[in-house]
């Protein structure tokens, strides 16, 4: 009897326990907290007259029902492809990890992808689109499912190069759950290839980052991009 008390006691405080912590808001890294750019309805009207004459060097008409409002929409276009430097306010919560009982979490792989991206490369400010896989080990905290595809979001929509985007994406994972370990793969295929320069048409790049234990154990990373490319291939 005393023995079914004491563990009833436990059950309760452990309970109490998980809610208590999926109550505290994740320290946010300084690149994923929320911010506005200010962009004045002034410098607006100055960015679209640029824009206007750049398109219209380039070739463009702009005294056309269809090109009149280019210049606008396409600053309008410039500005959503890169509000990922105005944060996201959701990316600020946690939750206590499920691994009770025997399971062990330093073993369980959490993995999410693809996550489908588009992002703008700084050399050219010519579009890569890619999809991005995120595995993680947790250690006392986990993120809810959908804050996987917010970082992608928040990190993607800047100005970047892939090979930077994938261990920015790996290190903002590790400080928002405080895993055992992170793994991050990435593909995509550059527009400025294609577009410009040897403009091929068949390849893709692909980058990887390893953090904590996976970068000691390969078994892990081979487990990693097993669960990744099994997914990329269904």
């Known amino acids: 009897m005393q023995s079914t008390a004491i563990r009833a006691l436990e059950e309760r405080r452990q309970h109490e326990e998980?809610?208590?912590?999926?109550?505290?808001?994740?320290p946010v890294p300084e690149q994923l907290a929320p911010g506005r750019r200010p962009i004045r309805e002034a410098d607006r009207e100055r960015f679209e007259r640029n824009l206007a004459e750049i398109l219209s060097t380039?070739?463009?008409?702009?005294?056309t029902d269809s090109t009149r409002d280019t210049p606008?929409?396409?600053?309008?276009?410039?500005?959503?492809?890169?509000?990922?430097?105005?944060g996201d306010p959701k990316l600020i919560r946690s939750f206590p990890t499920e691994c009770m009982g025997g399971t062990n979490c330093e073993q369980a792989q959490i993995v999410e992808g693809p996550i489908p991206f588009t992002a703008l490369c700084e050399h050219h400010a010519l579009p890569f689109v890619g999809r991005a896989w995120l595995g993680y080990i947790a250690h006392e905290e986990i993120l809810g499912i959908s804050?996987?595809?917010?970082?992608?979001?928040?990190?993607?929509r800047?100005?970047?190069?892939?090979?930077?985007?994938?261990?920015?994406?790996a290190d903002s994972l590790e400080r928002?759950?405080?895993?055992?370990?992170?793994?991050?793969?990435?593909?995509?295929?550059?527009?400025?290839?294609?577009m410009r320069g040897v403009r091929e048409h068949q390849s893709s790049t692909r980058t990887t980052a390893y953090r904590g234990v996976f970068e000691a154990?390969?078994?892990?990373?081979?487990?990693?991009?097993?669960?990744?490319?099994g997914s990329r291939a269904r």
């Open 217 to 229: 154990d390969p078994t892990l990373r081979t487990e990693f991009r097993e669960l990744a490319l």
């Open 147 to 156: 804050k996987l595809t917010r970082l992608v979001n928040v990190l993607s």
């Open 18 to 26: 998980r809610h208590r912590l999926a109550s505290i808001p994740v």
């Open 176 to 194: 928002l759950t405080n895993a055992h370990g992170v793994a991050v793969y990435l593909e995509a295929e550059h527009m400025c290839t294609r």
């Open 72 to 86: 606008r929409r396409f600053l309008d276009a410039l500005i959503s492809a890169t509000d990922g430097y105005d």
């Open 58 to 63: 380039l070739g463009m008409d702009l005294d």
């Open 158 to 169: 800047r100005f970047g190069v892939q090979e930077r985007l994938t261990h920015q994406l």
